[in-house]
């Protein structure tokens, strides 16, 4: 059998953002990038030797012999360019190559036609001891492109707060989500005010008040807010709110032995914003809320089947708000994942049977660290990359000699419990929309078209 092999990394960032393909957070570190230093390309594999791409030119894991190309790639955390923590390359079947950045500005090159891409971002979780650490890795082939542009948010963060008005009666509740990481706080009508903890930087603000017998909900927004300083300036006023337009979803190809069917919706800012949530809390409508200019909505269907452990979901993307009939995709998958070693830092594989069409395919692990780190390793591969195999193999790239590495950017070993999930996704969106960038606005790109994902989730315990 024909397999290609994929040395892995990142993040989880809830998995279904493999649809839109996020940008994370991340704080730089000037000291984070020194001399570059280089790593095998992977673990050995689990028949005991080492796993390596094929060295032909035009095989899986591409291999040298093409004209080089030169990257120059700007970094930004938040607002500012800045380094990133951890920044590494992969050119074709070479080793990884930690990059060396000056200011926010990293310069390589590739040869390819096929090479890897990691980068690491932090969020902080409330104070300076509590933090997710999310590696991202990407396959791509150099027809793909090559992403000129990475960010992270701010790991600062500051309480922004307000008095909340204009609940129509005391049976509403309400949400306030902040953009552009997607964080949200609830409050009842009772309530006089709200709190948040933010990122510093730009931020938008949506905020929905619901009422669960009568399914009527209003949403307000506030955009580019500049957060630098602690404020209680953020009054949240939902008097005169107009209701939103109802999107009335419908599942005409779903098959017998589903666990659920439900959908949701999030508005997509043109500054970047992605605000989930404005559903009716019951899987069962969504809302269009407060769009403006190039915004879009992305409304999502999902079922989940009991018998295949498979959820399939469709994202559509609309300027002008529509009812939708989801078709969602047919194929499931049965992944094959091992733990391949425990020092320094766990490292997995995961084995997914190529699906024809496929425009990317992910594989991710997380853990809960509290309470002190978090960590998430996601890699996503291109179609192109992983070519004409019959079988796309992942492996968690060992990182470890690099410069800038530390052991806590790893998968522990003393996890109780490290859970995965592998993605598929077809798409009709031109393949420069799966890669990494920032800012991670939506573009002329996406209006009109829909993303179809088949995902499946589990846990090892190390």
Same mark, same amino acid.
């Given at each position: 059998?024909?397999?290609?092999?994929?040395?892995?990394?990142?993040?989880?960032?809830?998995?279904?953002?493999?649809?839109?393909?996020?940008?994370?957070?991340? #704080?730089? &570190?000037? +000291?984070?990038? =020194?001399?570059? $230093? %280089?790593?095998?390309? *992977?673990?050995?594999?689990? /028949?005991?030797?080492?796993?390596?791409?094929?060295?032909?030119?035009?095989?899986?894991?591409?291999?040298?012999?093409?004209?080089?190309?030169?990257?120059?790639?700007?970094?930004?955390?938040?607002?500012?360019?800045?380094?990133?923590?951890?920044?590494?390359?992969?050119?074709?079947?070479?080793?990884?190559?930690?990059?060396?950045?000056?200011?926010?500005?990293?310069?390589?090159?590739?040869?390819?036609?096929?090479?890897?891409?990691?980068?690491?971002?932090?969020?902080?979780?409330?104070?300076?001891?509590?933090?997710?650490?999310?590696?991202?890795?990407?396959?791509?082939?150099?027809?793909?492109?090559?992403?000129?542009?990475?960010?992270?948010?701010?790991?600062?963060?500051? #309480?922004? &707060?307000? +008095?909340?008005? =204009?609940?129509? $009666? %005391?049976?509403?509740? *309400?949400?306030?989500?902040? /953009?552009?990481?997607?964080?949200?706080?609830?409050?009842?009508?009772?309530?006089?005010?709200?709190?948040?903890?933010?990122?510093?930087?730009?931020?938008?603000?949506?905020?929905?008040?619901?009422?669960?017998?009568?399914?009527?909900?209003?949403?307000?927004?506030?955009?580019?807010?500049?957060?630098?300083?602690?404020?209680?300036?953020?009054?949240?006023?939902?008097?005169?709110?107009?209701?939103?337009?109802?999107?009335?979803?419908?599942?005409?190809?779903?098959?017998?032995?589903?666990?659920?069917?439900?959908?949701?919706?999030?508005?997509?800012?043109?500054?970047?914003?992605?605000?989930?949530?404005?559903?009716?809390?019951?899987?069962?409508?969504?809302?269009?809320?407060?769009?403006?200019?190039?915004?879009?909505?992305?409304?999502? $269907?999902?079922?989940?089947?009991?018998?295949?452990?498979?959820?399939?979901?469709?994202?559509?993307?609309?300027?002008?708000?529509?009812?939708?009939?989801?078709?969602?995709?047919?194929?499931?998958?049965?992944?094959?994942?091992?733990?391949?070693?425990?020092?320094?830092?766990?490292?997995?594989?995961?084995?997914?049977?190529?699906?024809?069409?496929?425009?990317?395919?992910?594989?991710?692990?997380?853990?809960?660290?509290?309470?002190?780190?978090?960590?998430?390793?996601?890699?996503?591969?291109?179609?192109?990359?992983?070519?004409?195999?019959?079988?796309?193999?992942?492996?968690?790239?060992?990182?470890?000699?690099?410069?800038?590495?530390?052991?806590?950017?790893?998968?522990?070993?003393?996890?109780?419990?490290?859970?995965?999930?592998?993605?598929?996704?077809?798409?009709?969106?031109?393949?420069?929309?799966?890669?990494?960038?920032?800012?991670?606005?939506?573009?002329?790109?996406?209006?009109?078209?829909?993303?179809?994902?088949?995902?499946?989730?589990?846990?090892?315990?190390?």
């Amino acid at each position: 059998m024909k397999r290609n092999v994929m040395m892995v990394g990142p993040l989880f960032a809830i998995l279904t953002t493999a649809a839109i393909g996020f940008s994370h957070g991340c #704080k730089s &570190s000037s +000291a984070s990038q =020194g001399e570059t $230093g %280089t790593s095998s390309a *992977g673990p050995t594999g689990a /028949g005991g030797a080492t796993t390596a791409a094929s060295s032909s030119s035009g095989g899986p894991g591409g291999g040298g012999g093409g004209t080089v190309k030169s990257v120059t790639m700007t970094t930004f955390v938040g607002d500012t360019q800045a380094n990133l923590r951890f920044v590494a390359f992969k050119d074709g079947d070479g080793n990884w190559q930690a990059a060396s950045g000056l200011g926010g500005t990293y310069k390589f090159n590739l040869v390819g036609p096929k090479y890897g891409l990691a980068y690491l971002c932090r969020h902080t979780q409330e104070n300076d001891t509590y933090y997710t650490s999310e590696m991202s890795v990407t396959y791509a082939h150099i027809d793909d492109g090559v992403p000129n542009k990475l960010g992270c948010f701010s790991e600062k963060l500051h #309480k922004i &707060s307000g +008095a909340v008005k =204009g609940f129509p $009666g %005391t049976n509403w509740q *309400g949400t306030a989500r902040r /953009g552009p990481d997607g964080g949200s706080i609830s409050f009842n009508a009772g309530n006089s005010d709200f709190k948040m903890l933010t990122r510093e930087g730009a931020l938008d603000l949506v905020a929905a008040n619901y009422n669960y017998n009568t399914k009527q909900q209003t949403f307000l927004r506030k955009d580019a807010l500049a957060v630098f300083q602690d404020s209680s300036n953020y009054d949240l006023d939902f008097a005169g709110r107009a209701a939103p337009m109802t999107i009335n979803p419908s599942y005409p190809n779903k098959v017998p032995g589903e666990k659920y069917c439900s959908s949701d919706c999030g508005l997509w800012t043109t500054g970047g914003t992605l605000f989930y949530g404005l559903g009716d809390g019951q899987g069962e409508h969504c809302y269009s809320a407060g769009m403006k200019g190039s915004d879009l909505l992305v409304i999502q $269907g999902r079922c989940y089947y009991d018998s295949t452990k498979n959820s399939f979901e469709q994202w559509v993307y609309q300027t002008n708000p529509s009812d939708v009939a989801f078709e969602l995709p047919k194929f499931t998958l049965s992944p094959i994942i091992q733990v391949l070693s425990k020092t320094p830092v766990v490292q997995m594989s995961a084995d997914v049977a190529a699906i024809a069409d496929a425009a990317s395919y992910s594989f991710s692990t997380w853990f809960n660290g509290f309470p002190k780190t978090d960590s998430q390793w996601t890699i996503t591969a291109t179609g192109k990359w992983a070519g004409g195999s019959q079988t796309v193999h992942f492996e968690t790239p060992d990182l470890t000699k690099l410069s800038g590495w530390n052991d806590e950017l790893g998968l522990s070993a003393t996890a109780a419990e490290i859970k995965w999930g592998v993605t598929v996704l077809q798409t009709n969106r031109p393949v420069a929309t799966l890669l990494p960038r920032w800012p991670n606005a939506p573009t002329s790109d996406y209006v009109g078209k829909s993303d179809k994902l088949v995902s499946t989730y589990g846990s090892v315990i190390p």
